[in-house]
């Protein structure tokens, strides 16, 4: 133990002496950047996130008796986030040469791993520390909690915090397995909100206990959080011993591959390297056995899109339930409620566009196929028309599902349409985002100097997610005029966007 | 100027649907090359990619592009393809000038130039019978087609893999047996030796012959003498620095 311990000491003296290394001044200066940007900026912006949240209707909103159940719900939702993020991308991530220098010793794991787990379960504990500091000033402030009660509710907070990263790891540890335990704390968090007095036997329900500000249930919750913390840190040697070589070097290349990309502004390929790659149902069948029905082109794409994408669950499970959500949304924005519909429509439109992207494969496959010869007797636009019909009707489903969710909380019947317009505008988007090449080099090679930086940067943010910016405007500009009784205007625009999206399309085609 | 190889000049039989034939001043029949060439060269930006060639090779014909790295042979089969237009010269393939946009065009060719774009969720065998099912073949036949790739290029344990799942080796074959999958009546291919053992370049070689021997025209770039020998009828040289050559 002691030779490895001297092993690890000397790589990391041999580290801290190369040539681009960190000078002591370095990290004086960044912990006076750190501290003066925490006063300059952290302090006025958790103010005003502080005033933001802090009218009546929302302070209402806060103390409501569902508001603790709402509380567990969003935590046990971070957890089962953090487990599936992990799998993608751990805590513990290393430059592949990293890990043969690390993970490759004989020094063990919890040993040469702890420093890399603890700098980035950082940002866990720092996120959630500030969401329990900002809705518990929130409440503290409008006098619906005592200080002892806001500052418990810090604590939990924190200690839940110190679970979640050790869950981040799990999932890092469990790689394509996750999803078991993703699907597995996704039943048990439905079925302990569902069954309502379980909730308080729960982690995740814990925090509820807490937010309510019962002096006895606080208190028992706080006891067990923090049991289940120091059982979390015991337990953080064991896990970390059991990562893997091959789930840290995968890992590790992905996201250097996956950066390289992302700096040539090459986004597509950037967030392809992290697309799930199908591991079950190669018997399922993809290509129909019927003649007739094969012979047609919509039919055939419809099913073998359709079974290819039925062959990663969770990543379809993952956009059919963020496509129901947003539609949901999108259907109570149209609903009078304390939030602008033209808010609430641009975020569902926008949410509607990222679970498109699940769907979106066939269109991937039809831009690739753009700039090689041809394995179809089709041309690309007529192979982007065969890859419509399974996201299309997909997110139409997923579209009336959100509307039935959207009534159930006092949507109108006009969020219908609204509902169908954003579902056929966020597919479009979609196959147009897919034909995108490399950035403009106007946008790449040629930063100019200001006062306030570089602001080609936000030339190239726009020029990235404009297919997403289309999508959100249309969709707050729609929600804006449904509400304000001109929904033939609305769909007029969607009109419009759709047209010249399909004209954008074939233009970045021809240009392929 | 690259002038390779001679029309034979006389009509055979038509096999394929764009073969061409002529009646001469005599009254004979004669075949118009499937794929012609007239000092096509392509230059970009005063570099010369391809210098001025001229070829022809008929139907049931194998014509093998042979050169180092860099002369240009990949380019030239880009051209042939329709991927690329020529700076100088005209080309005909099946009496169409190369449009990748043209359905006639496309159905007519069929091309192996590098990585063939595949869907990361379907299986080889689903890949080999969609393609098939694309060309109007009925669901028995595509089915068919696509054992009986599995099957002669060896690979029918990988049937049921995702593309992913393959390695260099094997991806290489499925990439051949995708792009035999559909119809043609050209075949376009860019070293397909590449990443192959002696023993598959060699199966590989055997199934090109087959399709020559069936009448399908082969245009191949290759490093491999073997496979070169065993599949074509002629040679090109293509060279980086333009001169006449003739084989």
Redesign the interface.
Known sequence: MTTSRNALRTLRAIYRHRDDASRETDASYIIYATLLALLVVGFPVTRALIMLLSPPEVLTLLQSPSAATVVSLVFGVIVTLLVAVGSVRGPVLLPPFFVTLLAETATPRSRTLTRTFATAVVYVLGGLLFLGIVVSAVRVFGGGLTLVSGIEFVLACLLFAVVASLMWLVGQVLAHRAWVLVVSLVVAIAASVLMGPTLAFTPWGWLGVVWGGDPTGSALAIVALTLLAIGSVLLLPVILNSLSREALLHQGQQFQAASVAAVTGDMATALGRFRTLPRIGRRWRAIGRSSGWVRLAWIRFFRSDAVGALRTPVRLMGGVVTLSSAFALLSTSLAPGPAPAWLLGAAAAGACYLGCGVLADGFRLSAVSAGAPPLYPYSTTHQYAVHLTFPLMTTVLAALVGFVIGVAFGAPSGALIVCLLIAVLGVLARAFDSAKGPPPLILMASPVRTEAGDPTILLLFVWQADALLIVAASGGVIASLAVGGSLLSGAALAAVVATGLILLLQRRLRAS | MYIVGFSQAYAQRVRGGCYIENVDLLGKRVMNPLVSASELGVSFDGQTLVSPTSFHVDEGEALAVLGPNGAGKTTLLRLV?G?LRPSTGTITVCGMAPN??S?KF??A??????S????????VR?HL???A????A???V??ARSEFLLEQFGITRLA???P?ELSTGQSQLFALA??L??SFDVL?LDEPEQRLDAQRVHLVGQILRSLVLHGKTIIMASHNADLVDQVCDRQLEVREVASDNLT
């Open positions: 393809s991927r990748e946009k359905p496309r159905a060719v069929a091309a192996l130039l590098g063939p774009p595949t869907a990361s969720n379907l299986t689903e019978t969609l393609v099912a694309s060309w109007n009925g669901a028995d595509a089915a049921l893999r995702y992913h995708l792009t999958s559909r376009l």
